[in-house]
């Protein structure tokens, strides 16, 4: 499967940068505007994970086909310090940072389906897939 679009995340204008590029490929597949704004806020939540802690990665957006449905899949990886305990990552409220602890956990709750995977040391890995209605 193609990727459609791949940006460097290192800073915050990388995540509007990374935002925008979900959006116009939503738009080009027939995802509602409201659908489009629900990807976008999963892609900004796991590009600013990547600025705050590993401090650079990639985004990678591509359309999905299973057969029956069209969606699109985001990639979010990085080589940062990786997370120690991805329940806990995953609940809300949780934060090894100065926040409200809601990025993972609410990205998950955006998109239809969501995988974490992360090895201390290695890095992290977040698959989500959004469909088309």
């Known amino acids: 499967m193609p990727i459609e679009a791949s940006v460097a995340i290192e800073r915050e204008s990388d995540i509007v940068l990374a935002r925008q590029r979900g959006r116009e490929l939503a738009a080009s597949l027939g995802f509602s505007t409201t659908d489009q704004t629900l990807l976008a806020t999963a892609i900004s ?10 401090g650079r990665g990639e985004v990678q957006l591509s359309s999905v086909y ?3 449905r069209r969606g699109i899949m985001v990639v979010a990886e990085d080589h ?10 995953m609940r809300d409220g949780y934060s ?5 602890g809601v990025g993972l956990p609410g990205a998950r709750r955006l998109v239809d389906d969501f995988e ?13 897939k959004k469909w088309l209605r």
């Open 116 to 128: 974490l995977c992360s090895t201390p040391g290695v890095g992290t890995t977040v698959t989500l």
């Open 45 to 54: 939540e796991l590009a600013r994970n990547i600025v705050s802690y590993a």
């Open 66 to 68: 299973d057969g029956t």
């Open 80 to 89: 940062g310090p990786g997370i120690p305990n991805t329940e806990l990552a």
């Open 96 to 100: 090894t940072g100065n926040s409200l």
